[in-house]
RNA sequence: GGAGGGGUGCCGGAGUGGUUAAUCGGAGCAGACUGUAAAUCUGCCGCCCGUAAGGGCUGCGUAGGUUCGAAUCCUACCCCCUCCA
């Protein structure tokens, strides 16, 4: 915009910003900012629907502002305000702490940990009084409250809103107050709280922090936003290859939509991406397959993403059995005499089921039925199967299992 | 304080004495097609035993009861919601 040092920071992925030109006039003061962000410990994992926010954090921190990380141990015991029956037990200090702590270790795999603060809700939530507890409520009217959009909506067709729903956003903007923060970020869903913390801080004289808020990611669905609650996140924390292979899954209109909000991939490209997509110039698969890349390699390192995009091309291009695999142990391919048997009847079912590839028998039964099992390329219809030494079992499109007889390969040394 | 509505499988939501492991939709899984995309078609979709046919167990908020038989009827209890004050 104005000033284009920071034309990509304020305009690439980014949903609303408020107020603009403060922010704007704060990144020219010279001073540094304190970021704000928060969580609550009783989500830990991180996925790439947060991380459109942390990358921003991270390129401020790149210019030298410093984020001020709450972990909202407080407001998640309140419990989030979302579920209608939601019986949401009050979390333990110690899976608080558990949480928090994977928490941090997949938030450091975008921000820079050693321009981050880390600051905990109880450090003044525990003393809170009811006066002060008093003081911070009158500060709002319902009618204020009601103002939200999704509270309004549930107001208006009967739905049930808590108490503690409504005191949700004062806590959160309270922690505003006590870290003084310049900037508060969040995904454009978490825009009230966010001003709720600017008016708060005004009626205490300080400075209302700006509002930097990004975009929705949008899951795997194609539909909602990426939450772990919908299953259709892709985490941070996952398998490479599972990382990968969500993102090849992935609708395609949402493709340059990845590439603008969790990736680096300059500006530029991106536009020659859509002007290809548009004319229909480029292959869609390749376009995912470089997309799935970046962002394994983003989170896992080069060297990961070259070896999931690989397994990729591998097992579900081409059709073959993965390098590496899974293996379990099948006995009695040598019998008691020291003979080797070449191959021994197993049952099936019970196999995959042990091994974790089917959740129960009953599903392991649905599977064979269904044509979904293959030994050593073969398709499999009855539950008694020929194994050997080597064999692979396939069980749907990605799960498989190599069978390995050490008794054997013992025997083979020893008799070489 | 008063009145009313409701608790069914992962979710939504039918079902008011037997043919109900429970209609239907969504999600999910599998098969065909394919680019682990979209669209489409087909099947599955509580657990256990059985190669199978089949059998057993658990299940409609909780606990009892009526009945040959209950998600459905009765009793008590628990929980949730709305409206009026």
Request: with cysteine; hydrophobic share 40%.
């Amino acid at each position: 915009m104005t000033d284009t040092r920071f034309a990509t920071i304020l305009e690439r992925g980014v949903a609303e910003i408020i107020t603009e030109a403060e922010l704007l006039r704060l990144l020219n003061s010279g001073r540094i900012l304190t970021l704000k962000q928060g969580f609550d410990p009783s989500a830990p994992d991180i996925h790439l629907g947060h991380v459109v926010g942390l990358r921003k954090l991270r390129q401020f921190q790149e210019l030298g502002h410093k984020v001020t990380l709450i972990v909202g141990d407080w407001t998640a015991r309140i419990g989030d305000p979302s579920g209608q029956s939601a019986t949401r037990h009050m979390l333990s200090p110690n899976e608080i702490e558990n949480n928090a702590q994977t928490y941090l270790e997949q938030f450091f795999k975008v921000v820079d940990k050693d321009k981050t603060e880390i600051r905990w809700q109880s450090e003044w939530f525990s003393q809170f009084t009811l006066d002060e507890v008093i003081r911070l409520t009158s500060k709002f009217t319902i009618a204020q409250l009601l103002a939200r959009e999704d509270f309004n909506k549930r107001y208006g067709s009967g739905n049930p809103i808590s108490l503690t729903e409504m005191l949700y956003p004062l806590l959160q903007g309270y922690d505003s107050i006590v870290i003084q923060a310049d900037v508060e970020f969040g995904g454009i869903d978490q825009k009230f709280n966010c001003l709720v913390g600017r008016e708060l801080q005004q009626s205490t004289g300080q400075p209302p922090q700006q509002v930097f808020l990004v975009p929705l990611l949008i899951g795997t669905d194609g539909h909602q936003k990426m939450s772990k609650s919908l299953n259709n996140q892709i985490g941070v924390a996952e398998h490479p290859r599972e990382i990968y292979g969500k993102v090849m899954s992935i609708p395609d209109p949402l493709i340059v939509d990845y590439f603008e909000l969790v990736t680096d991939v300059p500006e530029e490209e991106i536009a020659e991406f859509k002007k290809q997509l548009k004319s229909r110039s480029v292959n869609l698969m390749n376009l995912k397959k470089r997309l799935a890349h970046e962002i394994v390699r983003q989170f896992h390192g080069k060297q990961a993403a070259d070896e999931a995009q690989e397994y990729f091309t591998q097992v579900f291009q081409k059709r073959e059995i993965p390098k590496e695999t899974r293996t379990v142990e099948l006995h009695g391919v040598v019998d008691i005499s020291g003979k080797i048997e070449v191959e021994v009847q197993r049952d099936i079912t019970s196999l995959i089921v042990e091994a974790g590839l089917a959740k129960s028998r009953s599903e392991a039964n649905r599977l064979l039925a269904q044509g979904a099992i293959e030994v050593d390329g073969e398709k499999v219809s009855a539950s008694l199967v020929s194994l050997k030494d080597g064999s692979i079992i396939k069980v749907g499109k990605r799960r498989f299992l190599r069978m390995v007889d050490s008794a054997k390969r013992k025997w083979e040394t020893a008799n070489s």
